[in-house]
């Protein structure tokens, strides 16, 4: 297996994906068997579908958009909100299968109907793959999830992230050779010839506030011990929504301070999936980009731009520590970095691919930036959760 990546903040389409591809399939001295595109929406995700079908046809194509740019190893990518990478995997003795669905009103349906094409599109059916990875619009990925796992069962690792936009206006857009999507699911599955090994981890740690959603819907919790959630949160922060109990956006203040929920432990250490606190509601609840259910028990975790930082090249060090694995053996791989985390440390992310390439010491890798990630915990569990890093590496 060979892979290579390309990127451009050339804001000229036909040029940005004709110039990236060229230099791609350069590297992989010709084309690739799958390519996975993270464009920015400041392209329009139309005009690049079709420069794909111009100079990637018969290629299959796993398509996001990524918030503001992408990064490779040769750093951050983003010029005025423009910025498209590409990965190309060549591997002839492997198989790979895109497929994609509406979401509509039944987002577990939509996740079935689309690795099942996939599945088809690689022309391995009845045969389980060694990964599926997944682009979802933001808002019900824990029923995408449910739907996939519906057709493989929960032994399959599931991993990516939800498209993103610029400005959290909900221009994301999900795509593959041939389909647009605003509100879809996109899933390639995998069937490499070499090993694929997986990191789900995230940049904070508990604290000692916990409690109990008591009431709780959906995305948003009402209740934590019986009292308004926003209220409980905020005395568990020192403060940091006070200005905004009667409403408000909460996003930006709340970033080094996610919900924690307990997925699982190892060696009696436990791992937590993160939910990111959006908005505080006229009644004093808070709403969330993940689900919570009535009974779970909620962590405070905090984190610091530094930790956030370092983590990427931490997660990506586990993956190779997961399948046993030194650098040298590494031919590539995906990086789902959380577009939160991103934006406040947006400075930084230079340091951070540097951090990834310590670990994969120079391996190419392409890194999106998402409103959401999706993940395999150590345990085996595939989870939705915020601000948290998703790492595949593929072995050569």
């Not at 804001?11 to 464009?39: M, R």
């Not at 694929?196 to 709780?216: E, I, K, M, N, Q």
């Not at 709403?287 to 962590?299: H, K, M, Y």
Request: overall charge negative; charged content about 15%.
């Amino acid at each position: 297996m060979k892979i290579a990546t390309a990127w451009t903040t050339v804001p000229n389409v036909e040029q940005a994906v004709q110039t990236a591809f060229d230099n791609l399939s350069a590297s992989l001295d010709g084309p690739p068997n799958l390519l996975i595109v993270y464009p920015s929406v400041g392209y329009s995700i139309n005009a690049v579908v079709s420069a794909l079908q111009n100079t990637a046809a018969d290629i299959p194509v796993h398509g996001g958009t990524s918030c503001l740019g992408v990064m490779t190893a040769d750093g951050f990518h983003s010029a005025d909100g423009v910025g498209l990478g590409m990965l190309g995997l060549a591997d002839p003795d492997g198989s790979y299968g895109v497929g994609a669905a509406e979401m509509g009103d039944d987002p577990r349906l939509a996740g079935r109907q689309a690795v099942e094409q996939a599945v088809q599109n690689a022309g391995r059916e009845g045969e389980l793959p060694a990964l599926i990875w997944l682009t979802s619009a933001p808002g019900a990925e824990e029923s995408v999830l449910r739907g996939i796992q519906d057709v493989v069962g929960e032994s399959v690792p599931i991993a990516g992230g939800s498209s993103a936009d610029n400005t959290v206006e909900g221009n994301w857009v999900q795509f593959t050779a041939n389909s647009v999507h605003k509100n879809g699911v996109v899933v390639t599955v995998m069937y490499p010839s070499s090993g694929v090994h997986l990191a789900f981890h995230s940049g904070y740690w508990p604290t000692d506030h916990r409690g109990v959603a008591t009431r709780a819907e959906g995305r948003t919790v009402y209740e934590i011990d019986g009292r308004p959630a926003a209220q409980v949160y905020n005395e568990w922060t020192g403060g940091v929504i006070q200005d905004f109990l009667s409403g408000g956006s909460i996003l930006g203040v709340t970033t080094l301070h996610p919900l924690g929920r307990i997925v699982g432990a190892i060696g009696g250490l436990p791992y937590h999936k993160l939910a990111h606190p959006e908005r505080v509601t006229p009644e004093g609840a808070l709403t969330l980009f993940a689900d919570v259910s009535t009974g779970d028990e909620l962590v405070l975790m905090t984190g610091t731009r530094s930790s956030l930082v370092s983590r990427a090249g931490r997660v990506a060090q586990s993956a190779l520590e997961n399948g046993n694995i030194s650098a040298d053996r590494v031919a590539g791989a995906l990086v789902v970095y959380c577009a939160g985390c991103m934006l406040t440390i947006q400075d930084r992310m230079n340091e951070v691919a540097a951090e990834i390439n310590k670990v994969l010491a120079g391996a190419p890798f392409l890194g999106t930036f998402t409103f959401g990630e999706q993940g395999c915990f150590l345990g085996g569990e595939n989870r939705h959760g915020n601000l948290m890093i998703s790492v595949a590496v593929f072995e050569k």
